[in-house]
């Protein structure tokens, strides 16, 4: 079936440094792709909506330039937590729609997540 | 707004029993669809099963099936035959096409405990 792929599994980083998660449609083609952050035992709260080929659509209350997002081609997405700090430790989840259109019937595909830890 | 509310933060079940999870929703869109997903302590999303919004019959996968009551804008998971690696936390979300741009929208969660 459609997998997708986020990498890394894990990222433990000093206070300051921007980390970069990617995330790949391995045998599909994702025109769109979404970012979750998740705190423990808490919801999937949706961050942003990845279009490839053009600008990130952002959530109410994520910050666009803490967070950047690119869509370069129809099987990658990236989010970048830039000058990362202890407060954006979390699990970040990304995933993506299989077909095009009207997908409402089509099952999202969720990558593994990456467990962020900011020291 | 488009709305998920699962009221159950935590449930426990004996193994071999059924168990109902709680899922309401708010949607103003006459199209959407219903999702369940299972996510184990590892962090994995695990699609269980789906119900779209003109669906005459209740969706069931193997031994999960979804009681939909659409007047009730209700969507609860029933689990039958409980396993003790059923135990993880449960999310119910919906997607509709014409309000959200297919975003899916989870709600708060269960925690299901099986018991031994």
């Known amino acids: 079936g459609a997998v997708v792929s986020q990498h890394p599994s894990w990222v433990i980083c000093k206070s300051g440094t921007s980390v970069k998660i990617e995330c790949r449609s391995l045998?599909?083609?994702?025109?769109?792709m979404f970012w979750y952050r998740q705190f423990p035992k808490k919801s999937l709260m949706l961050m942003a909506t990845?279009?490839?080929?053009?600008?990130?659509?952002?959530e109410q209350g994520v910050e666009k330039d803490k967070f950047l997002i690119n869509h370069a081609s129809l099987t990658l997405s990236t989010l970048t937590v830039t000058s990362a700090h202890p407060e954006d430790s979390s699990f970040y989840i990304c995933?993506?729609?299989?077909?095009?259109?009207?997908?409402?019937?089509?099952?999202?595909?969720f990558g593994d997540g990456t467990r962020l830890s900011i020291l | 707004a488009q709305k998920i509310t699962q009221t159950q933060p935590g449930m426990f079940v004996q193994e071999k029993e059924a168990v109902t999870l709680d899922c309401t929703y708010d949607?103003?869109?006459?199209?959407?669809?219903l999702f369940w997903y299972k996510q184990p302590s590892s962090g994995e999303m695990i699609f269980l099963i789906y119900?779209?919004?003109?669906?005459?019959q209740n969706a069931t996968e193997g031994r999960y099936s979804l009681n939909f009551q659409k007047a009730r804008k209700s969507a609860n998971l029933v689990i039958s035959a409980s396993q003790l690696g059923d135990s993880a936390m449960y999310f119910c979300?919906?997607?509709?096409?014409?309000?959200?741009?297919?975003?899916?929208?989870f709600g708060q969660g269960t925690e299901l405990s099986v018991k031994p």
């Open positions: 995933s993506a729609p299989e077909g095009e259109g009207e997908y409402s019937n089509q099952p999202q595909h």
């Open positions: 119900q779209g919004s003109y669906d005459q």
């Open positions: 990845s279009n490839e080929g053009s600008k990130a659509t952002y």
């Open positions: 979300a919906m997607r509709d096409i014409y309000n959200q741009g297919g975003k899916l929208i």
């Open positions: 045998d599909f083609q994702a025109t769109t």
């Open positions: 949607t103003s869109d006459p199209s959407y669809g």
